[in-house]
């Protein structure tokens, strides 16, 4: 998600079948950056959480390679302008948008504040999870460790 003028960013990982949203503020764009700063996130999922992620067409993820050497995290591109393709992670973006808005610097948003909004979203019930929470979800997962 880009904030004010390209000059910041907040990457969101969504897991897809419990729809546990993690929060990744972006610096920078660049490429190197992006993929040290998603593979450090993923890594903090147990290893059978991480089987596999999608992504657009941007340059900032053109060292994916590096992603699945660093995290063992395979990385697959959607199609050019086909945002249907990563629904889940696009329907979250539309979630973080009630909290920053269209042109939001992020680098002057805290990170205890980014904490809470992934909170906020991990904690709300969601009718595709029998409302259940992405949070309970994801931690009946951890727990079965399929």
């Not at 040290?36 to 089987?51: D, G, Q, W, Y």
């Not at 990563?86 to 042109?103: D, H, I």
């Amino acid at each position: 998600m880009m904030g004010s003028r390209n000059s910041s960013a907040l990457g969101t990982l969504v897991e897809r079948t419990t729809r546990y949203t993690v929060l990744v503020p972006l610096d920078f764009k660049d490429s190197d950056y992006v993929t040290v700063s998603f593979a450090n996130k993923l890594n903090t999922f147990p290893e059978h959480l991480r089987k596999s992620m999608a992504y657009d067409q941007g340059s900032e993820i053109s060292s994916r390679s590096n992603i699945t050497g660093l995290s063992k995290t395979k990385v697959y591109f959607c199609d050019p302008h086909s945002p249907w393709q990563r629904g889940t992670n696009e329907n979250t973006n539309g979630l973080l948008r009630q909290y920053f808005p269209k042109g939001t610097d992020f680098r002057t948003v805290p990170d205890w504040l980014v904490q809470e909004i992934q909170d906020r979203l991990n904690e709300r019930p969601r009718a595709i999870l029998d409302f259940d929470t992405p949070k309970e979800r994801i931690t009946q997962l951890v727990a079965l460790k399929i």
